[in-house]
């Protein structure tokens, strides 16, 4: 109170603003901006503690499919853990294709009397390449890399290839 | 003794426990926490039955009933992948009246989505959005959000097939969102995939982040009612509310009303519960989905728009448009003040049903001929997918709707006010036919079948 009176009845009146003398206006913009800065901070935390955390598993996890006799031309081999399907075309080229509908994500099964992927959920159909069939899925099933060392195919299920569409250089041959 | 409990029992309230007098009656509306969110007198008419019928009661009561329930059953219920769709089973078959408590907890829900939209329209054909009642449609509006979430993040903790792969293709559509739609998807699934991390985080929106935001936006919503005296008044077109109102107090011809809206739902409810069994399928099994796997039925809707639309389309642009519709329907130009005229006149009424009559020929046209005649893809070979099966039809039906405005306003020289209700009821109609579509028309790989 002492203070205001000091600065004369005209200004104590004002209680915030512009207008105010320069010492209340700089305070004023300053908690101002201290408290933009702390609710940014206060956002940044909620978020941090949202964010994914980190998979263990990522980067360069290997599933060990087996020797390469161990699969038939023109056959596709599920496998569960890996998530993954191991095709080896009729040329005994193999190919690692993502289980995972590239539609909405749900699991496609193949089916061995069509020759086809079929999803359940939106029924877009893939053939053994992965190439999309019919709609709606948008592009072809992804991929993971496929090793072949000492005659034992290997499949790094860390790595997803995205891919529009199935080309001779995505198969890796014995 | 005596004078001890006495002291307490006034320091608790000073009034009587039922107020006898009119006077008594006011000061107990005035003084009581929870009563306090009413006016002390209301307008006679809005007591009427088939005013408001009760829906935001009703609303009121289920989220009561849910918090009950839901509170119970986190005494039991494990958030992991591994332990949680044990402990459903043990919480149905252990524990006392489990599966009873799983049972209205789940008709709830189902029951809460309904009755609120119900209450959506029911504000909407009284004219109860415009001033002073604008932004409480907001409110509500938020509030509407929060149940969905709330149906959203419940339907993923049971862990079984359904729940799994439900969250899974709804999750999926939010890899269709450009820039931020992946960054989205892997907040919400705390991964790539649906798992721990996922379940987690639905478990804490679900039983804490929810339901406090349910809590305050329902006060605020009542406080704004009370604000604006009560719900709107209904009157008939044309009819001014001059002259002294006939005003009644609100306790206890109010309350009485209340509570027997409430005491019956909850009946019903529970004999409902007794009857039925909420839905619980095989555990979660990453590797198989199954067939046809749908979404619970309030997103049905949004499912089977997808069947028509490309993803970006079905699951961006299309409901973007329809919730920033929602967000201005109390701030368009209204050239009257129509509140609490029912259908806003007698002109509205009669757009109303032509524009229901309208959508109910046009959209099963529209879904069997996309179904079986319809392959923009096929025939715009071209053209991007994203242009011939997404931007084409949804501009045709935009422009189809806006040729609908366009067409009710000179062909039947209607106001502007009447044209946008038409084109609302045009819409709603539709988006119902769509879900209906879905739940009983859809069979394996969503492929049309009857019943």
Redesign the interface.
């Known amino acids: 109170m002492v203070s205001r009176s000091r600065h004369g009845a005209g200004v104590a009146v004002k209680p915030t603003g512009d207008s105010g003398p320069p010492r209340r206006r700089f305070l004023v913009v300053a908690l101002l901006g201290l408290a933009a800065v702390a609710l940014v901070e206060y956002l940044g935390v909620i978020?941090d503690f949202?964010?994914?955390?980190r998979?263990r598993t990522s980067g360069d996890a290997v599933v060990v499919a087996g020797p390469v006799e161990r699969f038939q031309p023109n056959s596709v081999s599920a496998f569960?853990e890996g998530?993954f399907y191991l095709v080896r075309l009729e040329d005994g080229g193999f190919l690692a294709l993502s289980?995972v509908c590239t539609?909405?994500?749900?699991?496609?099964?193949w089916s061995t009397e069509e020759q086809r992927f079929?999803?359940?959920?939106?029924?877009s159909t893939y053939d053994i390449h992965g190439d999309v069939l019919s709609?709606?899925a948008?592009r072809a099933l992804d991929l993971y890399p496929v090793r072949i060392e000492n005659q034992i195919v290997k499949v790094v299920t860390g790595t997803t290839i995205r891919r529009n569409s199935f080309e001779s250089a995505q198969v890796t041959r014995a | 003794m005596t004078g001890v409990f006495l002291r307490i029992r006034r320091s608790i309230s000073q009034g009587p426990f039922l107020p006898r007098t009119d006077h008594e009656r006011k000061r107990f509306v005035v003084h009581n926490f929870l009563l306090h969110f009413r006016p002390v007198r209301i307008h006679d008419r809005t007591l009427r039955w088939t005013h408001t019928f009760g829906l935001g009661g009703m609303s009121l009561v289920l989220v009561l009933v849910l918090m009950g329930t839901g509170a119970l059953m986190m005494f039991v219920y494990e958030p992991s992948p591994d332990r949680a769709y044990e402990s459903i089973l043990r919480l149905q078959q252990d524990v006392l009246f489990g599966q009873l408590v799983r049972n209205i907890h789940h008709w709830s829900a189902n029951l809460l989505i309904a009755i609120a939209l119900l209450h959506l329209l029911r504000v909407y054909f009284t004219g109860a959005y415009h001033a002073p009642r604008q932004f409480n449609w907001l409110i509500g509006l938020s509030l509407l959000v929060c149940i969905g979430v709330q149906n959203f993040t419940g339907y993923l903790l049971p862990w079984d097939q359904l729940s799994y792969?439900a969250v899974?293709?709804s999750?999926?559509?939010l890899?269709y969102v450009p820039l931020v739609g992946t960054w989205v998807q892997?907040?919400i699934?705390?991964?790539?995939?649906i798992g721990r991390?996922t379940l987690l985080?639905f478990y804490a929106f679900h039983t804490t982040v929810v339901p406090a935001l349910l809590v305050g936006f329902m006060a605020w919503h009542f406080w704004r009612v009370r604000k604006a005296r009560g719900v709107v008044i209904p009157r008939s077109e044309g009819e001014e509310l001059s002259g002294p109102p006939e005003r009644v107090l609100a306790v206890p011809h109010l309350l009485i009303r209340e509570v027997v809206v409430g005491l019956v739902l909850v009946a019903v409810v529970l004999v409902f519960s007794v009857i039925a069994n909420a839905p619980l399928a095989d555990t979660a099994n990453?590797?198989?989905?199954?067939?046809?796997?749908k979404a619970p039925w309030y997103f049905v809707g949004i499912q089977e728009l997808?069947?028509h639309f490309h993803?970006l389309l079905a699951v961006l642009v299309l409901p973007l448009v329809a919730v920033l519709a929602l967000l201005l329907i109390p701030y368009l130009l209204y050239e009257r003040d129509t509140s609490g005229v029912f259908l806003m006149s007698r002109k509205g009424r009669t757009m109303a049903a032509i524009a229901a009559v309208t959508a109910l020929l046009a959209t099963p046209v529209w879904i069997v001929s996309d179904e079986y005649w319809i392959d923009l893809?096929a025939w715009l070979p071209n053209v991007p997918?994203v242009v011939s099966?997404g931007l084409i039809p949804a501009a045709v039906l935009l422009a189809a709707i806006w040729g609908f405005f366009t067409a009710v306003k000179t062909r039947f020289s209607t106001s502007n006010d009447e044209a946008i209700q038409a084109c609302f009821v045009l819409v709603l109609v539709g988006f119902a036919l769509l879900t209906v579509t879905g739940v009983w028309f859809r069979g394996?790989?969503?492929?049309l079948v009857w019943p």
């Open positions: 978020v949202l964010r994914p955390r998979q569960p998530k289980r539609h909405l994500g749900c699991t496609v099964p079929a999803c359940p959920c939106h029924s709609p709606p948008p | 792969w899974t293709i999750t999926g559509m890899g892997q907040v699934r705390g991964g790539p995939e991390a985080t990453p590797g198989m989905s199954p067939n046809p796997a997808l069947l993803p893809a997918l099966t394996p790989g969503m492929a």
